[in-house]
Structure formats: structure tokens, C-alpha cells
């Protein structure tokens, strides 16, 4: 295959979004089919192109490419954003590992179950500020360079720009402790290709634009089943 990425997803964030996040930033259009109901999920499954019959999947140089991190890292690999040896390499893993493990909690949140929204907030908002947040706060400081592995851009940090976009969606004040993660995101915001993918009409997704009943019934999962497995 040639041209465009083409991603398979459903019309949300997801694990499709930090890919989105990743082609976006490094400069590369990419094309969505995206899934609308059930049929068309059993139809991406009959192709035979859906190793373990589940998306998120990405078409491009000829392969399909399914499980997020192999996605992202062989996107970050083919565009120059996975370090420049095996030391830096597993520095923007172990980074990458933390935030995706925050992710996850945002990501899931809105599945939490009736009554234990507060307690699920502010959970997620005590890992960031206590956890997750100083590591990469102490990481700007201590080498005093613009990103967070050697001082060229990296998955490490787009993926850290995604999240803390995510958590101020939470808690808009989320970084006043954090005056180096506040440089480093008015600077991130500052490059062409994050300014384009910010702007309104952009292929980024807001919070579950789809909804929540929409998903559930194209992977025919039911309320307790979809509760019990992603919150």
C-alpha cells in the first residue's frame, strides 16, 4: 500500500488517539474509515486483515498494523521520534509507560461506574499531580532542555503533551505547581503541526463525541459486560 495511513477506529479517542496525536505531530495526513455500526466491525474482522479481531488497526507501508503500542512505536520509529540509540530508546519507553498508564485512567473514566465519579476524579487527578507529573517535571529540569530525551522532539513528548491536555480537561489549573511542564506546553503548542491538528475542524477528537451507547453496539457488548471489562 501506498499513500495516506489509513486508521480503523471508532469515532472517538480511544487508543486510536494517541496515534492520531503521533502522525499529527510529526506532519503525516492520514485517512480514518471509521467503524458505524456493527456490520461494518464484522466486515474489517471477515477482510482477514484484523489479527486478534480488534481494533484499533493501521494500514500503511503495506502493512495492517493492530495493538496500539506496536502502532506507535513503529510510527515514531519510521519518523525519526524514537531517539537516536538504545539508551534513549528506553528512556522514551519508560516515559511513554508512565503516561499511558494515565491515560488509561482518563481514557476509562467516563465508564466508571454510577456514584463513584468523585472518587474516580479525584484518584486520577492524585496519580498525575503526585506520580506522574513530578517525574516529568523533575526530567525538564534537571537537563534544562526543551524536551524530555536529549533535546530533539520524541513520542515521549507528544505523548506528554496529549496528556496534559487530557488531565486539564479534568482540573483546568491541573500544572500551577508545575512550572516547567507549563514551558514545555506553551512550547509544544507553538510548533506548526500541534497548532494545525488544535484547531477546530482538525481530525483530533473531543471527549467521547460518539457516545458511549454507539460504541457498545458495534462491538455488541452489553452495559455490565462493557462496565466490568473497561472501567
Known amino acids: 500500500m501506498s499513500g495516506k495511513p489509513i486508521l480503523h477506529y471508532f469515532n472517538g479517542r480511544g487508543r486510536m488517539e494517541s496515534v492520531r496525536w503521533l502522525l499529527a ?4 495526513e492520514f485517512e480514518e474509515k ?13 477482510s482477514g486483515n484484523l489479527m486478534y479481531q480488534q481494533v484499533p488497526m493501521v494500514e500503511i507501508d503495506g502493512l495492517n498494523l493492530v495493538q496500539t503500542r506496536a502502532i506507535l512505536k513503529y510510527i515514531a520509529a519510521k519518523y525519526n521520534l524514537y531517539g537516536k540509540d538504545l539508551k534513549e530508546k528506553a528512556l522514551i519507553d519508560m516515559y511513554v509507560e508512565g503516561m499511558r498508564d494515565l491515560n488509561e485512567m482518563i481514557m476509562h473514566y467516563p465508564l466508571c461506574y454510577p456514584g463513584e465519579e468523585e472518587k474516580n476524579l479525584n484518584f486520577i487527578l492524585e496519580r498525575a499531580t503526585e506520580r506522574f507529573f513530578p517525574v516529568y517535571e523533575k526530567a525538564l529540569k534537571s537537563h534544562g532542555k526543551n524536551y524530555l530525551v536529549g533535546n530533539q522532539m520524541s513520542w515521549a513528548d507528544i505523548q506528554l503533551f496529549e496528556a496534559i491536555l487530557m488531565v486539564e480537561e479534568l482540573k483546568s489549573d491541573i ?3 508545575f512550572p516547567k511542564l507549563q514551558e514545555f506546553k506553551a512550547r509544544m503548542s507553538k510548533l506548526p503541526s500541534i497548532q494545525k491538528f488544535l484547531k477546530p475542524g482538525s481530525q483530533r477528537k473531543e471527549m467521547d463525541p460518539m457516545g458511549l451507547e454507539e460504541v457498545k453496539k458495534i462491538f455488541k457488548v452489553d452495559e455490565d459486560l462493557f462496565l466490568k471489562h473497561m472501567s
Open 25 to 28: 505531530a510529526a506532519g503525516v
Open 34 to 46: 471509521l467503524l458505524k455500526s456493527a456490520e461494518d466491525f464484522d466486515n474489517l474482522i471477515k
Open 175 to 177: 500544572l500551577s505547581a
